[in-house]
């Protein structure tokens, strides 16, 4: 399985791990130019942007750690394109899911918030 499969099949586990916990998912792979947002899901009233990082067990990063700030802001422009697009007024937040395979399967984690939008 090469990189890109294990990120659409990590991407997969990360929805069907939302929707088991009572999430709805509005879009997967949205993308606004060169960026995209990994998945958009509503729970609770809120518009929930989740970027989705995955790993082999073995490697030196945890997923949630590559989320520099960089591609925060990317992921945070993408948003603001698709709140726009969407006419939102939901209160929004952003999670990352790490899901991190291994010899004995599939570990995922659900970081709520791991980032905020730098206000200017």
């Known amino acids: 399985m090469n990189n890109c499969e294990k990120g659409r099949g990590a991407e997969q ?4 791990f939302l929707m088991v916990r009572g999430y709805r998912i509005w ?18 009233g809120e518009l929930v942007i989740v970027e989705v990082k995955s ?9 949630s750690e ?18 726009r697009f969407y006419n939102s007024r939901r209160p929004t937040r952003f999670d ?12 995922i984690e659900h970081i709520k918030n791991a980032f905020f939008p730098e206000v200017e």
């Open 13 to 16: 586990l990360a929805a069907r």
């Open 27 to 44: 879009k997967t792979n949205w993308r606004w130019g060169k960026k995209e947002l990994d998945i958009v899901a509503l729970h609770a």
């Open 55 to 63: 790993r082999v067990g073995n490697a030196v990063n945890h997923p």
């Open 66 to 83: 590559v989320v520099h700030l960089k591609k925060q802001r990317n992921i945070i422009l993408a948003a603001d394109a698709f709140i």
């Open 96 to 107: 990352v899911i790490a899901v991190i395979y291994n010899s004995g399967g599939v570990e």
